[in-house]
């Protein structure tokens, strides 16, 4: 019947309509059609998997995962909030024999959390029992997060000794999916899904609205970055290559994801957010420059977003694990202290040995450009001094060419008194007088 009343609807309405439509009319004559024509179909083609072996199949996947139709009313609790739900909900159309409970045992070397399967029945958990607008795990109730989870056991086995190790897994996958499916309801979807009552998706997307607005409609909305659809790793990485393998500085990369070029002003940050960060990280930089303290920038950047919130690096996003060493605990996930990752220090010490052979290369330059004064200052000195030779000898050049002249004169002069210069004629000897009278021709 209900599958008539769907054609007829398809048939009454004359034009073409989204299947999303005609389920709402479905779902307003006929409450809660959708959840029990789901849960019959998604019997219907877990048994129809078979696949190679009767592995993986089309639609068939490692056995069926039935949905378990849990109904959206607020349970009844006490005061203290400490009522949980039934470890053991009522199944319905359940149908596992020996061979399929096997193939749906969760261990962390087979079957584990990072398969899309179970992925894929914690989402239809969170589908099957969702009446608050809840965006995250922090805020869910303790009795919601024990509906799903018994809603979650429904569709894999483990064994008894994996049981902490099951819920901690499932709260850590739960926590990223819920949060996963927050942001496509109030980002990407724009439609009421039809599993989840269209108040609670109101909420969801008023609340959103205000979170976006800083707490008030009001507000204006202002940019969270600049990076667009491209990972902040993505840019780290980027940024590495330019800087010839060397990973950038956490405010650097800040800086380039949250800042956008201006007309005739340069790089800006957006949003007070940015500015506040970055203020508080020059702040800190100056001060312990003038206390003559040497502390790595990161460190730095560390002590300016106030350390890790929620196991992430505020501003870093998924390339804060590139700078900082990830919690090995659940209460480091928030964390004050300091621990540079093991690719943040090898880049710290490619960054010093690459500074270290920057200066000693400035050192050798330095030394190569003292030597090269002094040898152009000893060949300035030779060609002084060969310069003020050439000029000795270019004085006595003229010198000895004036004396010549000299000479040509005299000789000259004494030619016209009927003698030669220098004197040819032999002389007497010396007289007591000392000196000679010409010898008589």
């Known amino acids: 019947m209900l599958h008539r009343k769907f054609e007829e609807h398809i048939i009454q309405s004359g034009r073409h309509i989204g299947v999303d439509e005609v389920w709402r009319?479905?779902?307003?004559?006929?409450p809660g059609w959708f959840k029990t024509h789901m849960s019959c179909t998604r019997g219907r083609r877990g048994s129809r998997g078979g696949g190679r072996g009767g592995g993986r199949g089309r639609g068939g996947g490692r056995g069926q995962i039935t949905p378990f139709v849990a109904n959206h009313s607020s349970p009844n609790s006490d005061e203290d909030g400490d009522d949980e739900p039934?470890?053991?909900?009522?199944?319905?159309?359940?149908?596992?024999?020996?061979?399929?409970?096997?193939?749906?045992?969760?261990?962390?070397?087979?079957?584990?959390?990072d398969d899309s399967d179970v992925t894929r029945a914690i989402t239809l958990s969170f589908q099957q029992y969702f009446n608050e607008p809840w965006r995250n795990w922090t805020e869910t109730d303790k009795y919601t997060r024990q509906q799903w989870f018994n809603l979650f056991k429904r569709s894999f086995t483990w064994r008894p000794e994996l049981e902490a190790l099951v819920r901690r897994s499932f709260a850590i996958k739960a926590a990223k999916r819920l949060k996963d499916m927050h942001y496509d309801l109030t980002t990407k979807r724009g439609v009421c899904p039809l599993w989840m009552p269209e108040d609670v998706y109101e909420q969801l997307l008023k609340r959103s609205k205000k979170n976006k607005r800083?707490?008030?409609?009001?507000?204006?909305v202002e940019p969270g970055h600049c990076q667009g659809s491209v990972s902040t790793n993505e840019y780290a990485k980027r940024m590495a290559k330019e800087n010839g393998g060397i990973l950038p500085k956490a405010a650097d990369v800040y800086l380039r994801t949250h800042s956008k070029e201006e007309p005739g002003k340069g790089k800006q940050?957006?949003?007070?957010?940015?500015?506040q960060v970055m203020g508080e990280y020059d702040k800190k930089m100056a001060e312990y420059k003038d206390k003559g303290i040497d502390k790595y920038p990161n460190e730095v950047y560390f002590e300016a977003v106030g350390g890790r919130k929620k196991g992430l690096i505020p501003g870093l996003g998924s390339a804060g694990d590139l700078y900082y060493e990830k919690p090995s605990s659940r209460a480091d996930k928030s964390s004050n202290t300091y621990t540079p990752s093991l690719l943040s220090q090898l880049s710290a010490r490619l960054e010093q040995s690459q500074q270290q052979h920057e200066s000693e290369r400035a050192e050798w330059e330095r030394q190569r450009a003292e030597w090269e004064r002094e040898r152009l200052e000893v060949e300035k000195e030779r060609y002084q001094k060969e310069q003020a030779q050439q000029e000795e000898v270019r004085k006595i050049s003229e010198y000895l060419v004036e004396m010549q002249k000299t000479m040509q004169g005299y000789s000259?002069?004494?030619?016209?008194c009927g003698g030669s210069f220098p004197f040819t004629h032999p002389r007497d000897p010396p007289d007591s007088t000392g000196v000679g009278?010409?010898?008589?021709?």
Do not use: I, Y
Not at 25 to 30: G, Q, S, V
């Open 269 to 275: 940050l957006v949003g007070s957010k940015a500015k």
């Open 437 to 441: 009278a010409p010898c008589a021709s």
């Open 25 to 30: 009319k479905c779902e307003a004559e006929f």
């Open 86 to 113: 039934n470890e053991q909900p009522q199944q319905t159309n359940v149908n596992m024999d020996a061979s399929c409970s096997r193939t749906n045992e969760l261990h962390p070397d087979t079957l584990w959390f």
């Open 214 to 220: 800083g707490g008030s409609l009001s507000n204006k």
């Open 412 to 416: 000259q002069m004494f030619s016209q």
